[in-house]
């Protein structure tokens, strides 16, 4: 082997398929049943659901999904749709469009107090935009310093003004709880954090979603990874599914390759650990040694609580758009079932519900230490159901009786999500994206360990299917070097 993949999420993938589109034969090795990771999908009673991910971005003219799926020769069939969702502030819905009539809906509901808001975080994004279709790694090397230079156009140099200011820095002083609110909501999902704790640039283009277009993927957002897989293979390399990495081997400073739970070797010269960076220490004594002190500094906390929901026919609206996030009190804190993001299944799409039924995935951010805490104090069910209300209110706010109709409700908790992806105490989403941890001080895909190389999104450049194809890309890239 050349090289070795841990994990057949979105970046481990990537990094696959960007290897072995360079001739290197490339073996991924999966400890679930099927590829995608966070971005994968499960059925049950004739629903399929995304388990995770469910709203794809990154497919526009400047979409980092588009321009490598040029570059692998790969055919992912998706539409973009308008409005991108629909935000349910406590006293407004406001619909999140990602054209031209955006402007006379932030009018309506922010006011034109908020218009220089508006305008800075579209003017910062467009240049991160276009800064990061030249795919930047980090420059943690020679190769990457040269990356990073070839990327840096002038008309880039205000990014540098970015550096070390948060998104709060932008908003007007006496911004209102609305917009406050609405500007917490959307980055919670995006970048992880509410305003005051978010990166300038990392948040201007994680408000920017919508306008840079949103994409709808006929089967799911699985759609990726399978597509992904299907490129992996037919470049001659391969998956193995069901097969659990137990250790990264390494002797003198350098990996030697794996070894998987039931006690084989496979030698590699090269190892990407596309699995979260907590994951990877466990199983490398040398990377922890090295990254130990930044990693245990680094703000991991958000877990999800999600529920699948499956509709029958004529509940829910065929003209509805098919994302929402719903804000229930603005005094309340962001996420633990305040905030909840609901994506359902098209209405015509048979292979994702039987008969004009619907698949709804349901989710709210959570602190991984308060499941911890009721698993030892024995309280797992009644937190469950707690969670499992305020996500079912969500979606009667949206659709009215909808939970009534019901005929299927299976929740996922931290726990279900370290068991199904094997991430370490649950913890999903990647970090949220402040300013020591974004852009710059993001963690590279370089390590101490001579041929080891991370990605996923608990490295540069962050969270989501777009996120976690960057560092992949990278990840490979720097490892075919
Ligand atoms: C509830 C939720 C909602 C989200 N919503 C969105 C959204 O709408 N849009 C969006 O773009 N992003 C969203 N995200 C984020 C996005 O899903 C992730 O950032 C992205 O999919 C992460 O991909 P990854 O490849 O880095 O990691 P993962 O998806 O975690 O993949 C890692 C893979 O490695 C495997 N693995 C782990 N340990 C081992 C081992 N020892 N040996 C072998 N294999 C191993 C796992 O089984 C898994 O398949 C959401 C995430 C969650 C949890």
Known sequence: MDA???GAGIAGLTAAATLANRNLRTLVLERHNVPGGCASFYQRDGYRFDVGATLAGGFGARGVHRLLNAHLAMDVSCESFEPAMIVHLPDEPVVRYGDRRWLAERLRVFGPAAEPFWRAQER???????????????????????????????????????????????????ASQRLRSFVDAQLLITAQGPADRIDLAYGSTALDLAREGTFHLPDGIATIAVALARTVRRTGSAIHYNTSVAAIETARGRVTGVRLEDGSRIAAPRVVSAIPVGNAMTLCPALRRSLQRRVAALPQRWGAFVLYCGLP?????????????????????????NTVFLSFSG??????????????TLSTHTDVARWERAYRDDGLAELRSTYTEALLAGLDRVVPGARRRATLIEPADPHTFARYTGRLRGLVGGLPQTPQVATLGALSHHTAVGGLFLCGDTTFPGQSTVGATLSGYNAGRAAAF
């Open 4 to 6: 070795v993949v841990i």
């Open 124 to 174: 910062i994004a467009d240049l991160a935009w276009d800064f990061s279709m030249r795919f930047p790694a980090l420059p943690a090397d020679l190769p990457g310093a040269l990356a990073l230079a070839r990327a840096f156009r002038p008309h880039h140099l205000p990014l540098l003004g970015t550096l070390g200011r948060t998104v709060a820095s932008i908003l007007p002083v006496a």
């Open 313 to 337: 026919p004529n509940v829910v609206p065929d003209d509805l758009p098919l994302h929402h996030q719903v804000v229930t009190s603005y005094d309340r804190m962001l996420g633990e079932g």
């Open 347 to 360: 209405s015509n799409e048979a292979r994702r519900a039987r008969n004009g039924g619907r698949a709804v």
